[in-house]
Nanobody, 115 residues
Framework: QVQLVESGGGLVQPGGSLRLSCVASGMIFSIYHMGWYRQAPGKQREWVASISSGGITNYADSVKGRFTISRDNVENTVYLQLNSLKPEDTAVYYC?????????WGQGTQVTVSS
């Protein structure tokens, strides 16, 4: 079955960096549109960034210029590089895979930005 497994979260000080990874299995990774979402306590899940099967990237305004999404179709992995982190970036970050009517989610990885 399809699995998405995120890793790389943790506690970081404001201004710091993290790199999140999401490894996919049980799917033809290269055809999927991949994305990252996040959910802060008491808030709805929100879209952060996405990358198409062809490598076209898009970002939410709140993270543009600070976060970078990339993918490795050999390693079946999508990455999210988080730079210049702010306390308001604190959330559980989820990986998402989307192709036609198929949509899958990972279990999430916690990112906490605090001094």
């Amino acid at each position: 079955q399809v699995q998405l497994v995120e890793s790389g979260g943790g506690l970081v000080q404001p201004g710091g960096s993290l790199r999140l990874s999401c490894v996919a299995s049980g799917m033809i990774f290269s055809i999927y549109h991949m994305g990252w979402y996040r959910q802060a306590p008491g808030k709805q899940r929100e879209w952060v960034a996405s990358i198409s099967s062809g490598g076209i990237t898009n970002y939410a305004d709140s993270v543009k210029g600070r976060f970078t999404i990339s993918r490795d179709n050999v390693e079946n992995t999508v990455y999210l590089q988080l730079n210049s982190l702010k306390p308001e970036d604190t959330a559980v970050y989820y990986c998402n895979a989307n192709y036609l009517d198929y949509r899958y989610w990972g279990q999430g990885t916690q990112v906490t930005v605090s001094s």
